[in-house]
């Protein structure tokens, strides 16, 4: 029987990118959340949680047209959501 999946979304602003699950610092490239960073460099193990979606906490912004092309440039895979959950 397989285990389920924890998921969480990938929260990216022009600084840091972080798990939602955790708030953990995140590498944006990661597929789960292996490891917390710091200035980019592994420092601990991560929630191991699955992002399946990306957003932006940037204080001020929706998911306007240069942050979702940034998004969508960061990790095509992932659908783009507002902060707080609702797909766009």
Same mark, same amino acid.
């Given at each position: 029987? @397989?285990?389920? @999946?924890?998921?969480?979304?990938?929260?990216?602003?022009?600084?840091?990118?972080?798990?939602?699950?955790?708030?953990?610092?995140?590498?944006?490239? *990661?597929?789960? $959340?292996?490891?917390?960073?710091? /200035?980019?460099?592994?420092?601990?193990?991560?929630?191991?949680?699955? /992002?399946?979606a990306?957003?932006t906490?940037?204080?001020?912004?929706?998911? *306007?047209?240069?942050?979702?092309a940034?998004?969508?440039?960061?990790?095509?895979?992932?659908?783009?959501? *507002? /902060?707080?959950? $609702?797909?766009?």
């Open positions: 029987m @397989t285990q389920p @999946t924890n998921t969480t979304t990938l929260i990216v602003s022009q600084a840091y990118s972080k798990c939602s699950a955790c708030g953990g610092y995140a590498l944006p490239a *990661e597929t789960t $959340h292996d490891v917390n960073v710091s /200035f980019g460099q592994p420092v601990r193990p991560g929630c191991g949680a699955q /992002f399946t990306i957003t906490d940037q204080d001020g912004y929706g998911v *306007e047209a240069a942050l979702r940034m998004l969508t440039g960061l990790r095509p895979d992932l659908p783009i959501v *507002e /902060f707080g959950g $609702h797909t766009v």
